[in-house]
């Protein structure tokens, strides 16, 4: 059986942690092929909240098996806390496997994520400053450490040596902050990690082929999201990995032909954490209800999430970048209150409409939606099991988006709960 990617199709937080846990089920293996601890996946099972960085939303199914990919970025002090937490609440995570190929944080990523944050003063991009983005700029620079060096102590120890004094000198000399010491970060990596990492290290690819090979499904789990995509979010807003269903096959070691089904989640309304642009975005009372009634800030950094309308030009912008095979929408119990809902439909500038997403940044900073309304349901969605029970205005709204993008939406989430969900299609 081929395999399947969970897609955010928006700037992230849009409920992949769930509806991965629940596609899972179905899984015998769960891999994240790409971000690192700046994701916060959550899933709530039998009132207990589990909200994870790096370790797979399938951690909760005892026969999956929960994969790190090879394009994750990943903070072994972070994994490792993140490890124990669970096995204190009876959560096994004896079958982890970690890519070899997989690259390590250090602290000075997260040092210099920092500084070039406070370098770019009003300009920031608002990063969660796990570093992230200086990790992956090592990666592609070629002076990265992977995590199959923690396998080697001599072989670690002389790239680390090399890649900080190159590292030093920046943040000497661009930066006027004093050097950080390679033999302190080596003895903490090799003595305190790499025992309780080195275990888990797998030719992760190989596994994964087994799996396809045996005719198991497979799911492939995104973090972050679309709009925050290296080459297709909203640059320089972004993060530095490519979350977009490509990002799938390059961060796990799957081909492109071995993947049949492309889940794009959806939040019923927008968010965003951190700058940049965001056309649907709302400043009334109506955001304040959204963030209020949909607890929205952040899973990871508790920060305020920003909150705006549906917008289907980022929508169709996304089914297609990720040829998307359908749409979960969640949290549509959140606009249960509401009198008036709106879609942004399309996007105006200088006088022009732009139903696709505009090619030219200024546009797109510029843009102003347009929208459509529709009437509220107004009663609580949150113990729906099926698509009977909907009222005719939940309907409309999510055929409304289902016609205009030309794509099935089959899941919808109506609570946080694994269990607050239903099927269209059953
Ligand atoms: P992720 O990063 O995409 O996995 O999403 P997060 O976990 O950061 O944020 C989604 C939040 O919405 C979490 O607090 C979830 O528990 C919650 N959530 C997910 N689906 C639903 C839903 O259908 N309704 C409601 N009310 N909350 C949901
Ligand atoms: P999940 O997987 C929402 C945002 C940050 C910032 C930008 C760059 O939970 O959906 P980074 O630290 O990655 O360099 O920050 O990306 N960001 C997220 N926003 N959900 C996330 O992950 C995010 N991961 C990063 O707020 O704007
Ligand atoms: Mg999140």
């Known amino acids: 059986m081929p395999a399947t990617v969970v897609v955010g199709t928006q700037w992230g937080d849009e409920g992949k942690g769930k509806f991965t846990d629940l596609v899972a089920q179905d899984a015998s293996m769960v891999v994240r092929y790409q971000g690192g601890h700046n994701a916060g996946h959550t899933l709530v099972v039998d009132g207990e909240t589990f909200a994870l960085q790096l370790i797979p939303s399938g951690i909760l199914a005892e026969h999956v098996t929960p994969v790190i990919g090879n394009g994750v970025v990943v903070d072994p002090g972070v994994l490792i806390e993140e490890m124990d937490s669970l096995e204190s609440r009876g959560v096994s995570t004896k079958n982890l496997r970690i890519s070899g190929n997989s690259h390590l944080i250090f602290p000075y990523h997260q040092e210099l994520d920092a500084l070039y944050e406070s370098n770019l003063g009003d300009e920031k991009i608002g990063t969660t400053k796990r570093g992230i983005g200086p990790a992956y700029a090592d990666k592609a620079l070629r002076i990265g450490l992977r995590v199959q060096d923690l396998l080697d102590r001599d072989g670690f120890t002389q790239k680390l040596e090399a890649t900080m004094k190159y590292i030093n000198s920046v943040l000497t000399q661009v930066f006027d902050h004093a050097p950080m010491d390679p033999t302190e970060i080596a003895k903490t990596y090799l003595d305190d990690y790499a025992p309780r990492i080195i275990p888990h290290i797998a030719d992760t690819i190989n596994l994964i082929h087994e799996e396809l090979t045996a005719k198991k499904r497979i799911l492939l789990e995104g973090a972050q999201a679309t709009f925050l995509d290296l080459d297709y979010g909203t640059y320089p807003f972004v993060t530095s990995s490519n979350p977009v269903a490509g990002g799938a096959c390059t961060g796990s070691g799957v081909g492109p032909l071995d993947i049949d089904r492309i889940i794009g989640i959806t939040k019923a309304y927008t968010t965003r954490v951190g700058a940049g642009p ?34 289907l030009v980022m929508l169709s912008y996304a089914t297609r970048v990720n040829s998307l095979t359908e749409l979960a929408i969640t949290k549509l119990d959140v606009l249960d209150n509401l009198d008036v809902i709106k879609i942004c439909v399309a996007y105006e500038f200088e006088s022009q409409r732009y139903d696709w997403l505009p090619h030219h940044q200024s546009v797109q900073n510029q843009a102003v939606p347009i929208y459509e309304e529709f009437p509220g349901w107004k009663c609580d969605l949150s113990e729906v099991k099926n698509r009977s029970e909907l009222p005719e205005e939940a309907e409309n709204y999510l055929n409304f988006i289902e016609n205009s993008l030309n794509i099935s939406v089959d899941l919808v989430g109506v609570g946080p709960g694994r269990h607050q969900y239903f099927s269209r299609q059953q």
């Open 278 to 311: 965001f056309t649907a975005e709302l400043f009334d009372d109506v955001g304040e209800h959204l963030v209020d009634v949909g607890h929205e800030y952040g899973t990871n950094t508790g920060r305020r999430r920003r909150v705006g309308w549906l917008d």
